[in-house]
Structures are given as C-alpha cells and as structure tokens.
C-alpha cells in the first residue's frame, strides 16, 4: 500500500507554504494536499482550504506547521485528525518526539521535520527524526520529504535542536551575511544598489561553486586568496582569534538554546 498518499497540512503560513509551493513545482499533484487554515487567504490552485478540523475528510498523514507556542491550544481539537492510521509529521522547532507523542498520544507514528525556506525551490536540507514508522514508511517518508531538496535522518534527537539551528535557521544567519557585506560596501562609498546586487550575486556564485567542488569551502576560501594578494588580507581579519567561528558558535547556541526552552515551554502545557 502507498504511505503519505494524502497530506493534511495544518498551518500553512511561511514554512508550510514554502513546503507546499516545493511539493507542487516537484510535480505533485494538489489533490494530495489539503491545508486547514483559519487565517490563510487562499491555497494555490487546486489545493483544497478548510477552516475548520470537523471539515477534514480523509488522510494518512498530517503536517503541523503552526506555532510551537500554539500546541497546547490547537492539539486538543485535532485529536480527530491523529487517529491509528495517521502519522503526524511536525515542523514545531524545539518539541522533541516525546512531547508530540504526549499532544498525538493515538497517532500512528510521530516525526520531527526541519526544512527551511529553500523547499520552495527545492533546495532545502530536510532533517528527520521518526518514532514508529515501519520499515516500509521510511523510505516513503525520506522520498516524500526529498522533493524538497535532501532529506536525512538524524538518529540523536539531541542534536535537532543544533541541527535546527543550522540548516532550518541558517538562511536567516546567511541573509544577514548577504546584507551585512552590501552594507559595509555602502559604507566604504559603494553605491546601495550596486552593493546588494554583488553581494547577493557573489554568495549565490560562490555557493553554487562550493556545491558543485571536490574540494571543501575551505580550500575554496585558500584558493580565491592569491599568494600576497588582497583575499588574504581580508581573511585575516575574520580568522584572527577565530573571531567568526566564534560569533558563529555564540549564534547558533543561543538559536538552539531557543529550541530547548520551546521544548519545555510546550512540555509544561496542559
Ligand atoms: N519560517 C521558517 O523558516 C521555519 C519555520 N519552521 C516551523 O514552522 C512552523 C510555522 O512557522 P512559520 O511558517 O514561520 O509561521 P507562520 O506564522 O508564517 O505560519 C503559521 C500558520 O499557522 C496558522 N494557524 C494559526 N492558528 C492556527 C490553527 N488554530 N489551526 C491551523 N493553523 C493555524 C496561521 O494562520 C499561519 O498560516 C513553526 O512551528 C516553526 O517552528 C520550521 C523551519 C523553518
Ligand atoms: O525561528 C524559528 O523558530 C523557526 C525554526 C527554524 C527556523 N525558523
């Protein structure tokens, strides 16, 4: 039988509808997607809508991407929609699998998914972390979430929270990047315009580089400084004590330290 044939996707606001737009650009069809939404304006074309959980018709899988903060309000009234046949696929950064099977205690099995916003284009890494899927399910569920770029299990779920810090965050860290660099440019009587349109152009050139190189970013970085040019001059700067892996640590211990007070924010809930 075919696993994750019919997705309810509950919440479908910035993630859920970068998720959905990516499913339906890979080729999948809108009829396997419904979205229950009380505030959403519209679901792309063919994507059926509903405002209300007694609405829902059938499916084998749902996927909720509303707040984790909106767990304890909204469970109570999907626990129709969790029964045994149903997996709950979630996208609530910081609740670990023990919380969902506490909120979906009659669900058939519980994932934790940590996309990010490249899944519109197909381009996001996909973290998974299951509890009771079969043998069979996992492949289906690795397949389904793999339209959406490269989809992994992480068997340590004490690391989802690092890993969502990472890869589910880190386009934020990188657009900062992105516009911390224009801005210096600005700074140093770079035209505004120009300045964005470089470095947005340098980081996607450079990022396509690095994806397609048998050497890592690294050696990369070692090769665009020319011996006793400029490159390493400026590199200096952002090695010397480390000062950019440090900022980047700091970074993403406070984005995961976030994840764990949501974790326990939600445990707490009714
Ligand atoms: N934004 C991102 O880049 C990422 C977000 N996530 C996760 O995705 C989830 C959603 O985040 P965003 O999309 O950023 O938030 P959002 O605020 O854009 O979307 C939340 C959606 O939930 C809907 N909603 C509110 N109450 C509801 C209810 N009672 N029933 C059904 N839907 C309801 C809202 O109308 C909205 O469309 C969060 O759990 C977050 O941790 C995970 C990875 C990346
Ligand atoms: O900021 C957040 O909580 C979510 C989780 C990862 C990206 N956005």
């Not at 989802?160 to 700074?187: E, K, N, Q």
Request: hydrophobic share 45%; with cysteine.
């Amino acid at each position: 039988m075919p696993h994750f044939e019919k997705m309810l996707i509950i919440g479908c606001g910035n993630m859920g509808g970068a998720m959905l737009a990516g499913w339906l650009a890979a080729g999948e069809s809108a009829a396997r997607f419904t979205v229950l939404d009380p505030q959403l304006d519209a679901a792309p074309e063919g994507v059926e809508l509903i405002r209300d959980a007694s609405e829902a018709g059938s499916h084998d899988c749902v996927l909720l991407g509303f707040k984790p903060q909106q767990l304890g309000a909204i469970a109570p009234g999907i626990q129709s929609l969790t029964g045994p046949e149903v997996t709950v696929f979630s996208l609530l950064a910081g609740l670990d699998r023990a919380t969902l099977r506490d909120a979906f205690p009659a669900a058939h099995a519980h994932v934790r998914v940590m996309p990010n916003l490249a899944s519109r284009i197909g381009k996001s890494p996909v973290i998974l972390c299951e509890s009771g899927l079969t043998e069979s399910e996992k492949p289906a569920a690795l397949d389904v979430f793999g339209k959406l770029g490269t989809a992994l299990w992480l068997d340590d779920e004490r690391k989802f929270d690092i890993v969502t810090a990472l890869a589910g965050s880190g386009p934020g860290f990188v657009y900062r990047f992105i516009d911390a660099l224009a801005s210096a440019a600005v700074s140093l009587g770079v035209e505004p315009d120009m300045a964005d349109s470089l470095a947005l152009a340098t980081v996607e050139g450079s990022a396509a580089l690095a994806a397609g190189a048998d050497i890592s970013p690294g050696e990369l970085a070692d090769r665009v400084a020319s011996p006793g040019g400029m490159t390493r001059e400026g590199l200096n700067i952002l090695d010397a004590d480390n000062a950019l892996k440090n900022l980047l640590v700091e970074t993403l211990r406070a984005t995961a330290d976030k994840g764990a007070e949501l974790g326990r924010g939600a445990a707490k809930q009714p």
